[in-house]
């Protein structure tokens, strides 16, 4: 059966290869490892660079199951010159095709050792045009989800994150946010890379602090973001204050951080309270706070503030269930 395989991918008719692409398919494991150290990867690229779509897929699908639990086979497929037809798919007008081929570069992008290959061959700014919503044939869900874990991939090397934000990410992900469900997966995963990003870089911590309507998406999704949303929302949040705690103090009280913070403070999991804590110490100084606020109202915030200061600080992370009452009235309080 593999001798079949192997002889109808490099000298069969289109048929014959097509058939050979989906019996490697249903190989076992073993069967797979063994074909690919005989170099199979070669005629399945060759197919990727014929017009048919069906030989196409039929490639596409057979790569993605030799790559599948294997690294190694992830590196020969590279090395093998899958990245540049890869990329001329992105091209491609069928949905069904670039949805694979996009599998395909999250699946190879999962390995180490092809992450710079990756980035330099231009595949950051086809992927970011994605987000951007350039492709019309390529707008559902988990073509996007696969893109943006696809980035999050090649943001891990360090070498390559001063790429990725010369390429726009920050602004991409930001209108991401903005224009999605802040509690759906694309939110979280977007706001997910984009605190990976300001970490490592200090030009996308300024970018995301600077640009318009940047300090609002991410207080919003504080506010009605997932779970895990939330925490990295406010991790970026605490990123950005301690980045210059004067210059944007002020900035993040008044697009109306506190009821979503103290309230994460209460029920975030336990790295955003933490954080939420971490950054309710530095927003405490309300001294400054919203300057069209009249002295009256701002003297009354201030001291709501500072009593649910006190009593998050004196009961630390075992807030009982009074307590929790409490922030919530005090939260209540500030709107009114």
């Known amino acids: 059966m593999e001798k079949q395989v192997v002889e109808n991918l490099w000298k069969g008719e289109r048929e014959s290869q097509i058939e050979a692409a989906m019996e490697l398919t249903r190989l076992s494991s073993k069967q797979r490892h063994k074909l690919a150290e005989n170099g199979i990867m070669v005629p399945l690229i060759s197919m990727l660079h014929s017009q048919d779509h069906e030989a196409i897929e039929a490639s596409l699908c057979a790569l993605l199951c030799l790559a599948f639990g294997s690294e190694r086979n992830k590196i020969r497929i590279v090395k093998s010159g899958a990245l540049p037809v890869l990329l001329n798919l992105f ?12 599998a395909a570069m999250l699946t190879l992008s999962s390995c180490k050792a092809n992450k710079l290959a990756i980035a330099s061959s231009g595949a ?46 920050t602004m991409s992900l930001l209108e991401l946010i903005h224009n999605s469900g802040k509690s759906s997966e694309i939110a979280e995963k977007s706001i997910g890379l984009l605190e990976n990003i300001v970490y490592s870089s200090e030009k996308a911590l300024s970018e995301a602090a600077s640009i318009g309507g940047a300090i609002r998406i991410v207080v919003e999704t504080i506010e009605e973001g997932s779970m895990i949303g939330r925490e990295h929302a406010v991790g970026i949040l605490l990123l950005i204050c301690k980045s210059c705690r004067e210059k944007y103090r002020g900035i993040i009280l008044r697009e109306g951080v506190m009821p979503g913070l103290l309230q994460l403070s209460v029920d975030g999991t336990q790295r955003a309270k933490g954080m939420a804590s971490e950054l309710l110490f530095l927003l405490r100084d309300c001294s400054n706070y919203g300057s069209s606020t009249s002295g009256k109202n701002m003297k009354k915030n201030h001291m709501i503030i500072e009593q649910i200061m006190q009593e998050i600080d004196e009961e630390g992370e075992e807030l009982a269930e009074s307590t929790l009452r409490l922030v919530e009235e005090m939260i209540a309080k500030l709107h009114t």
């Open 91 to 102: 091209q491609c007008q069928s949905q069904p095709l670039l949805e694979l081929t996009i």
């Open 124 to 169: 950051i700014q086809l992927l970011i045009q994605i987000l951007n919503g350039h492709y019309e044939n390529c707008t559902n869900t988990q073509s996007q989800l696969d893109t943006i874990a696809t980035l999050h991939n090649l943001s891990t090397c360090q070498e390559i994150t001063p790429l990725l934000v010369s390429s726009g990410i």
